[in-house]
């Protein structure tokens, strides 16, 4: 394991890759190596006659993008006690407590296509207020620092008919065969989420273990956890329930 170390690319022999090079010049020689990059930096890594016998990497080409904001805010005394907080009403989507007594917090917003472009300070007031008409604690709170940032190309948008562009994490027959993907844009069973990015992790992992051949556990996908009471009362009164 190397920590702190920037790989520069990837290197390609008759047979597919064989190691990757690092930007202090080492070479690292691999047998097989799984690429953990978001969606749309798969062609800095894989030069185009290479993609050409993989049909995963132009597959993303249909992805769409869509960007999520974080709002980072310290108040001078605790505003929220709790971990964290998912609210029903905007514009704050989910509050996470990120020091030991509440008084930095980290907000965040999906989808944030109408974040895009607005004034820092604008935000920060809404922000503020949104989270000051919540909790009792941060209405005589005063805010000393606020920063926003918006990551324009977070994830995919899960657009109708975006699965079908969405590639597995185990190479096709004829594509690269040591050249593993792994990120919640790939063929995951779920959306773009944090789990979904693990499942693929596992998946990834599993496709590793197949080609090295290695006998034993080649299963490590976690099953779903099982539907607890409150998600099945909900199913049985939604529409369309048998």
């Known amino acids: 394991m190397r920590l702190g170390v920037r790989v ?25 190596i799984v690429l953990a990059t978001n969606h749309h930096t798969l062609d800095k890594w894989v030069p185009a006659e ?52 509440g008084r930095a917090v980290h907000g965040v917003i999906s989808a944030a296509r109408d974040w895009v472009g607005r004034p820092r300070d604008e935000c920060l007031r809404l922000f503020e207020a ?17 920063v926003i940032v918006i990551e324009k190309r977070a994830t995919y948008s899960p657009l109708p008919g975006s699965d079908r562009f969405r590639p597995e994490q185990a190479p096709p027959t004829g594509g690269l065969q040591n050249l593993f993907l792994a990120g919640d844009y790939t063929k995951t069973g779920w959306p773009a989420t944090m789990e979904g990015a693990v ?16 006998r034993g ?13 409150p998600g099945r009362v909900l199913w049985k009164r939604s529409p369309g329930w048998s």
Do not use: C, N
């Open 8 to 32: 520069a690319g990837l290197r390609f022999g008759d047979g597919g890759l064989v190691g990757v090079e690092l930007a202090g010049g080492e070479f690292l020689p691999a047998e097989a």
């Open 130 to 146: 949104h989270i000051r008409s919540i909790f009792p604690a941060a209405r005589q709170a005063k805010l000393e620092r606020g």
């Open 50 to 101: 290479r993609a050409a016998r993989d049909g995963r990497i132009g597959q993303v080409e249909g992805l769409r993008d869509v960007p999520i904001l974080g709002a980072h805010l310290w108040f001078d005394r605790p505003v929220l006690a709790e971990s964290h907080a998912a609210f029903m009403t905007g514009p704050l989507q989910w509050l996470f407590r990120k020091d030991a007594d």
């Open 217 to 229: 556990q080649t299963r490590f996908l976690q099953d779903d956890l099982p539907v607890q009471w």
């Open 199 to 214: 499942r693929s992790g596992y998946l990834a992992a599993e496709g590793v273990v197949r080609f090295a051949g290695v």
